[in-house]
């Protein structure tokens, strides 16, 4: 062998490797830099979560000792104490108290005995009063329930017949202090609705004397009636003795289309409020420009209402306006 530059040659045996660049799986690599992320760290532990996703929802078995209890001495417990707000603590005891219709009977009758019989010279407190309203607010005590529950304290009547309920309501001789339930003054005014607030507000003549903020709340049922046409309830709440005045008429008048029936009652009880105080001018305006502006606009457009309101109230300032 031939001698290049006085070097030697060496014949190197065996398989030979390829630079990098050379190779196939050169370019297929990842970089490096690219690979070193920070991996996550699983923790199980709870001590560092937020609070929030430490609460959970109480497993079945964690209940309460009160709610452990079973169904029957609950219902005992309910009973005795009489608290008709102990089922809506939890969803449990709710489950176990709202079953038996004969404890719900029971109860009733509890809370509303001291507010019966009150023509004997026994008066009721305010505490038993204002329980027996939170009763009649409960939602199992419904019209249906009412009635069935009025008809076993009058033995000799017989369910599914045509029974006067005001009348045998008023035989039981309640307290005329007792409010009904302000889920009555709710709408929608269903006829069980009606017939509940009849039975228990016919001896209310003056609301605001019985309690100041409760009429507050006759007022905003009267609103909800007068917007929905209903001249019954509307009828019935100011036979309470809630004050009519101009806001009322104008709703009546723009927002609800005009009812006769109801602007005739509106009227008609603000005249009658007017002429017991003795006063020659009320709360009730009959000049009132959005009142006359709807009656105006209404006769042009052919609405018979329309016409109707501005001969009504015409009429109405004839008859209160001193001829001279």
């Not at 992320?37 to 929802?57: C, F, G, I, L, W």
Request: charged share 25%; glycine share 4%.
């Amino acid at each position: 062998m031939a001698i290049v530059d006085g070097l030697t040659p060496l014949k190197i045996r065996g398989k030979r490797r390829g630079i990098p660049a050379e190779k196939w799986t050169s370019g297929r690599r990842r970089n490096v830099s690219l690979q070193k992320r920070q991996a996550p760290v699983e923790n199980h532990s709870t001590v560092d979560a937020p609070p929030s996703k430490q609460r959970r929802t109480r497993p079945p078995q964690d209940e309460s000792p009160l709610e452990q209890l079973p169904a029957e001495i609950l219902q005992e417990i309910f009973e005795y104490a009489g608290n008709v707000d102990l089922p809506v603590v939890s969803r449990q005891l709710a489950a176990k108290l709202s079953k038996s219709r004969h404890l719900q009977s029971e109860l009733a009758g509890r809370l509303l005995e001291p507010i019966l019989d009150t023509q004997h010279g026994s008066r009721p407190s305010a505490k038993e009063l204002r329980v027996a309203t939170r009763l009649l607010n409960s939602r199992f005590v419904t019209w249906q329930f009412f009635t069935t529950w009025l008809l076993r304290r009058h033995d000799n009547l017989v369910e599914g017949e045509s029974h006067d309920w005001p009348k045998l309501w008023a035989a039981l001789r309640p307290s005329h202090a007792l409010l009904p339930p302000r889920k009555l003054l709710l709408p929608p005014f269903t006829p069980e609705k009606v017939a509940f607030l009849s039975t228990l507000a016919q001896n209310i003549n003056d609301v605001a004397a019985l309690d100041s903020s409760y009429s507050e709340d006759v007022y905003e049922g009267l609103i909800a009636a007068i917007r929905a046409g209903h001249a019954d309830v509307v009828a019935l709440l100011l036979g309470m003795g809630v004050s009519s005045d101009t806001e009322l008429l104008r709703i009546a008048v723009v927002d609800a289309d005009c009812n006769k029936d109801v602007v005739e009652m509106l009227v008609n009880a603000a005249m009658t409020s007017r002429s017991s105080n003795g006063r020659s001018t009320g709360a009730l305006d009959l000049l009132d420009p959005a009142i006359w502006s709807w009656a105006e606009h209404a006769r042009e457009r052919g609405n018979d209402r329309g016409a109707w309101l501005v001969s009504y109230l015409q009429a109405l300032q004839r008859k209160t306006v001193p001829s001279r």
